[in-house]
């Protein structure tokens, strides 16, 4: 079965400051794919970058990164130039490749931004 | 069309009522989910729909009815809640199969409060 682990229940940043969170799966699938979803206070879920296993580089989304470490299976996300409207909880997300199968979220992380 | 979407965005029902959440997608998606959230919480996978057919149950308790009467419609039936269902419910889609460029795509959810 998969897991995904966020060790940071919590995080705060200073506006304009760069910010890493941390996600971590346990997997014995060869193909997945991995995703940030972002759920501000609205509650509405917003896919914030994906990264597909296969693939060696990294993925990026404007001031969304991520650094993709297969071996380790780890999936860290970092928002550069954090901004107030990035406050919001943060949940790291696993789903095997081919789908029609469930989608396995972390714990979550929030962020909070402060200006 | 790129949305999910879900009606009714509140419901307020006693525990001796019958109610329905719907839910709506117009991308051709071929898997549709529910998942029930309580909050600061990560979602939880509550059914699983691919081809219009139920390939997941997360042995949720028989008061929570799905149906998918086509393939862009989703619907969860409740009957005889107890106070404890009172979460946001989610419902999200994907393209399903290999198509290599999966996600889900989330609707805005429905906030059920059982009195």
């Known amino acids: 079965a998969q897991t995904v682990t966020q060790s940071q229940p919590e995080m705060s940043v200073q506006e304009a400051e760069t910010v890493t969170l941390s996600c971590t799966y346990d997997?014995?699938?060869?193909?997945?794919?991995l995703f940030w979803y972002k759920q501000p206070p609205s509650r509405q879920m917003i896919l914030v970058i994906r990264q597909e296993a296969y693939k060696q580089q990294n993925a990026t989304e404007n001031r969304f990164s991520v650094n993709f470490q297969k071996a380790a299976k780890s999936f860290s996300l970092k928002i550069s130039d954090s901004q107030l409207g990035d406050t919001a909880m943060y949940f790291c997300?696993?789903?095997?490749?081919?789908?029609?199968?469930?989608?396995?979220f972390g714990p979550g992380t929030s962020l909070s931004v402060i200006p | 069309d790129t949305e999910v979407t879900q009606t009714p965005k509140h419901l307020v029902m006693g525990m001796t009522n019958k109610k329905s959440l719907k839910c709506e997608q117009h991308?051709?998606?071929?898997?549709m989910y529910w998942y029930k959230q309580k909050a600061k919480k990560p979602p939880e996978l509550m059914f699983v729909y691919s081809y219009e057919k139920l390939s997941i149950n997360e042995s949720v308790p028989s008061r929570f009815s799905p149906e998918c009467p086509n393939s862009s419609l989703l619907n969860l039936h409740l009957h005889a809640l107890q106070p404890e269902d009172s979460a946001l419910y989610l419902c999200?889609?994907?393209?399903?199969?290999?198509?290599?460029?999966?996600?889900?795509?989330f609707g805005s959810g429905t906030q059920l409060s059982v009195l």
């Open positions: 991308m051709g998606h071929r898997a």
């Open positions: 997997t014995s699938e060869s193909n997945y794919y």
């Open positions: 999200a889609s994907s393209q399903g199969g290999q198509g290599g460029n999966e996600k889900l795509f």
């Open positions: 997300a696993f789903m095997k490749s081919p789908s029609y199968d469930k989608v396995i």
